[in-house]
């Protein structure tokens, strides 16, 4: 086995592949390197490939893996290959390549490279406990590496069960070129043998990642940079079975804006919980490629744009962090691109039934530019279409500031019949003795319950005059 190693250069076209766990609802951090993978691809022309990885089948469930299907194409990811759809390297379930796995594992027993392991689990733990308390970087001590024929197999008559090592080759450096982070360079003898096969009969993720990424022709393996200290024993693997080394693109990890690690402990961080708040697929798809990689556009991209804008010289080394605040900003431009129609139909439950063509028409003209999540046009319907029965608390606030005779002079000059809002709103200032935030807050918190909102005018129009009169007479007796 050669001392060095590095990467193959990548023929064209770019070969990418997404390869999640079926253990629970795609989180951000997967969506985003799931994203970032395909815009890579489609960028160069390439193929991406979905790839289950489900050996760990006591947590791994169809309903998931369904949801992921469900989640990346709501997202705008499609795949060329993968568990659905079939392809050239079918299956794309591990669990289905088992047979294959035996097959590539029987040829790393035969060159002499693997060895089985009886240490426990305690036992391992003692070990690496004594090795962090010495100063030394755990590794696998060689407990069983040097074992004789007959101590092995008295181990496996007593049935002990026994994992699977590869045998990691000492006094060597492993190097391979990181598209992000330049030349890395391990030595072997801070790897240590490491597990490919569980006792269980499952293969490690170091062996089973790294062999369907050769099998399938990947070419280009984007993820996140906790996974760097694998790859050097990936590499190890594929040289000793004369299998295609890809490049690897280790990006940055996707932080809170308290800058640990993101988690639930951050609020809703899975796809499935900011799709069922009302985010759009457009709106996370800005907000997730510019997260640890710098587009040359500052605007909103479409799909076409993102793979135009889309560079992997652009990815960066320094962690990157998970902003609500500019996701929301992402949603905005987001609703500003949606078509009318687009645009009725994402906020369609939240309209109370019977309204006309024309009523929804006008009130996407008067609402829409306020409206960032459904529940905005549910609030807002309700102000338009319903009875306000609620205020938020400045504008009660407001309201008893404003006092009993702003409303008196308010219900003469603007709650009648024929009233032109502006007029009457500028001699309800003059009568009043208010103008600007005085005259308008106060006005707007009776009229909306809000003290922010669509602009009066054009909202009113759609109010029965009724209705006008009784939010006015209603704040009048608040303002008491």
Request: charged share 25%; proline share 6%.
């Amino acid at each position: 086995m050669p001392s060095d190693s590095m990467s193959s250069e990548s023929p064209d076209p770019v070969v990418t592949r997404f390869a999640p766990s079926p253990t629970g609802y795609l989180h951000l951090g997967n969506a985003r390197t799931a994203l970032l993978s395909f815009l890579a691809a489609r960028k160069a022309g390439g193929r991406f490939i979905l790839r289950v990885e489900d050996t760990d089948e006591a947590r791994s469930t169809d309903e998931f893996m369904i949801a992921l299907y469900a989640d990346l194409k709501w997202l705008g990811i499609d795949w060329d290959e993968g568990p659905d759809i079939g392809g050239p390297h079918a299956p794309y379930r591990q669990q289905e390549r088992r047979t294959l796995y035996d097959e590539w594992l029987s040829r790393l027993d035969a060159a002499g490279l693997t060895y089985p392991c009886f240490c426990t689990p305690t036992e391992l733990n003692i070990s690496r406990k004594r090795q962090l308390a010495a100063g030394q970087p755990p590794r696998y001590a060689g407990t069983c590496r040097n074992l004789t024929t007959e101590e092995r197999a008295e181990r496996l008559a007593r049935g002990l069960p026994a994992a699977l090592r590869f045998r990691v080759p000492e006094g060597q450096t492993v190097s391979f070129v990181d598209v992000v982070h330049g030349e890395q360079r391990f030595n072997t003898d801070d790897i240590g043998d490491f597990i490919i096969r569980r006792t269980d009969g499952s293969t490690a993720f170091f062996f089973s990642n790294a062999v369907d990424d050769a099998l399938m022709g990947v070419t280009l393996v984007l993820r996140g940079d906790d996974h760097m200290t694998n790859t050097p024993r990936q590499i190890l693997l594929l040289q000793a079975l004369g299998l295609r080394i890809p490049r690897y693109a280790h990006v940055a990890l996707l932080l809170g804006m308290d800058g640990a690690p993101l988690s639930k402990r951050h609020g809703d961080t899975s796809l499935r919980d900011l799709r069922e708040h009302g985010y759009l697929p457009g709106a996370l798809r800005n907000h997730l490629v510019r997260l640890g990689h710098s587009c040359v556009s500052d605007g909103w991209l479409d799909e076409a744009g993102l793979i135009a804008d889309f560079d992997l010289t652009r990815l960066g080394r320094a962690a990157a962090k998970f902003d609500e605040a500019q996701l929301r900003h992402w949603q905005k431009e987001t609703v500003a691109h949606l078509s009318t129609e687009e645009f009725l139909s994402w906020i369609a439950a939240e309209l109370p039934p019977g309204l006309d063509a024309q009523q929804k028409a006008q009130f996407v003209s008067v609402a829409r530019a306020n409206i960032e999540l459904p529940s905005d046009a549910r609030a807002w319907a309700n102000v338009i279409f319903g009875k306000l029965d609620a205020f938020e608390p400045t504008a009660l606030a407001a309201i008893r500031e404003a006092g009993e005779g702003f409303f008196t002079e308010a219900l003469k000059l603007i709650g009648h019949p024929g009233a032109e809002f502006k007029q009457a709103v500028k001699a309800l200032g003059q009568a009043a003795g208010k103008k600007g935030p005085a005259l308008f807050m106060p006005l707007r918190a009776a009229l909306t319950g809000f003290t922010h909102g669509p602009e009066l005018a054009p909202m009113l129009a759609l109010l029965p005059f009724a209705e006008v009169q009784a939010r006015l007479e209603h704040a009048r007796r608040l303002a008491v």
